[in-house]
């Protein structure tokens, strides 16, 4: 593979890139003062028509209509084919809407399962059980929607709340992100799983999931099917945590805010972290929150510390010399995109128009990422998943996740049980 640089205009219509400029058009959509009604699902069977009402169904399509026209701009601007996108979107963007129609039902929402979870399963259901049909395979497509999804999650993660609440919960992810990357990294290097492999598998678990897994696989220019796995163990692993984890903290009298910043360390889903906190307690949703929102933060360091990395590792294999622009050029850009909204809302808009938007910002986030879990889910196959390297980096991932759940839980006590530190008014 060549490594010139690529020529400026098609870089530009790359799909990190484009994932920025479709965030961005959101964003200035909103600053102009559209703001489209977000539909909403929650629902018991008293309170059912609700969710059918014309007006939610009417809000509903308004949305579609606004992600479809969005979408084919990204879609024109990387030469993809426009008319199978639109054959296949209505298909995936229905599914998307009926993973959060089924989260919304008041018992699922006890339960903790999320539109994370319940998109993977219909996707999975339809790849596994049915046949995902070939006129909506043009639609399927996970990392066009979750870039987005994370460029517009930037817009919520705002970097002076973090700094004054979460400084403890940034200590707490700093040390479990260098320990458990490396220790998962080097657990998947010793079962013979390929460095590519073994980088997104080491930085889904460490830091922040499926979209930590996203970055890496930009960060080496990874395989697309090695990345579908991972983010499907992710998915999959998270559910009986969210479970389990919180009767854990319960059983063993583990303090609340202990047992947040556990859950917030160790649940690689944002949704699947506040469910597990709010099944303890508001003070342990809290700090779960913080620590979780603290590793979501430093997703652009890492994919830039990653980036270089990779690329004085290859260097040292292939022989080439690493440059600036070699690193550039893997370096994830989406992650700018990510970086620019937090300091854009951060610093640069009013706290009013913030305060306004925040509700719009994270359900505009939902729906994108609502997208990809089901992609996610309608390109994976189980049996890929366990002939896929003999097993071996599921293995490795499990294995980590195992470290993972005993060093954060002692970093946590460290940091929030009053051991080196007062204990957090959370």
Known sequence: MSNSPAHPASTLRSEDWVACWLGFALILLALAGVQPALPSFSWTADSLGAVFAPDNLAASAVLGALFLVVAIGGIRLMGASVRTFVIGFPAVF?????????????????????????GLVLGLFISNVLRVPRWMQGAVRTEYYIKTGLVLLGSNILIGEILQAGMLGVAQAFFVILVIWYVCFWIAKKLRVDDEFSAMLATAVSICGVSAAIAA?????????????????????????????????????????????????TIDTSGAVV????????????????????????????????????????????????????????????????????????????????????????????WWFA?????????????DLVSMDEGRPAI??????????????????????????EVPAL
Do not use: H
């Open 371 to 383: 997208l990809a879990f089901v992609c996610i889910g309608l390109e994976t196959r189980f049996r």
């Open 94 to 118: 229905l599914l998307a809407w009926l993973s959060q129609f089924i989260a919304g039902q008041a018992g699922m929402k006890t339960w903790g399962l999320t539109y994370v979870i319940t």
């Open 217 to 265: 696989c930009g960060a080496v220019q990874g395989d697309r099917k090695k990345l579908s796995y991972v983010t499907s163990l992710v998915l999959i692993v998270a559910i009986p945590m969210m479970i389990v984890m919180p009767w854990v903290i319960a059983e063993f009298e583990i303090s609340p805010i202990v047992g947040g910043a556990w859950l917030g360390g």
């Open 396 to 421: 490795a991932f499990l294995l980590a996740q195992g470290v993972n759940i005993f060093w954060t839980l002692l970093v946590a006590w460290l940091l929030f049980a009053g051991v080196l530190f």
């Open 275 to 366: 469910a597990a906190g709010e099944i303890v307690g508001e003070s342990a949703m809290n700090a779960a929150v913080i620590v979780k929102f603290s590793q979501n933060a430093m997703l652009g360091l890492a994919a830039f510390a990653l980036s270089i990395w990779w690329t004085f590792r290859q260097g040292s294999t292939t022989g080439e010399k690493p440059s600036a622009s070699i690193i550039w050029e893997r370096f994830p850009k989406f992650v700018l995109g990510f970086i620019a909204a937090s300091v854009l809302f951060s610093f640069a808009l009013s706290p009013e128009f913030v305060d306004s938007t925040k509700g719009l910002m994270k359900g505009l986030r939902t």
